[in-house]
């Protein structure tokens, strides 16, 4: 996780390094929600991971509805997981827009899980940018694996999984890596 030389870095201030990233990165962008529970319609996203390349200081965890605190605009989040009152955290709608901004390629795990996240979020559906899953992707290089859940993925293309979930981001990235490698070698064969 990146921090600023020198000092303890902020929330506020992990926020305006992602903005500043987003707004001149032009490459792949790897995605993930975190989030209060497993239903969007009752639970609430606490974070966003956005990860820019596939070195460790490339993947930010940008919390903003942590109970505990800790968040953008250092307010305290929901007391409990289905509490949120609707309102985004400052910067959020402006982190959303960069992510999900015309012409961007994401890639993800089970992205329809956050996707349906952060739409009740921005209350927009109609995403610009292209996605790529690698929970759709790897059934169609290898039906017959048989688990398919981002451990499972990981662990098939050698990549160490992390229990913690700041790092899925930069495991999709590897993960794309090795899928679309794989691709091209099935290809050729």
Known sequence: MQRLKGSRQTADDRLQVVLNRLDSHAGLLTY????????????HVVGHVVTFGPRPDDSYYVPV?????GNVGGHTGPTSPTAWDGKLAPG????????FRQGRR??????????????????MQAFEPQFEDTYINEPLIDEFAGKFSLDACAARHGVQPSRLGVRRGLR????????VSARGASAGA
Request: proline residues 0%.
């Open 32 to 43: 993930d929600s975190e989030t209060s529970g497993l239903d969007w319609r009752v639970h």
């Open 65 to 69: 509805r942590h109970a505990g605190g």
């Open 92 to 99: 959020e709608k402006e982190l959303t827009d960069q992510i």
């Open 106 to 123: 994401i890639v993800g795990h089970n992205l329809a899980f956050d996707l349906k996240f952060d739409y009740r979020l921005c209350g």
């Open 172 to 179: 999709d990235a590897r993960m794309r890596e090795v899928s």
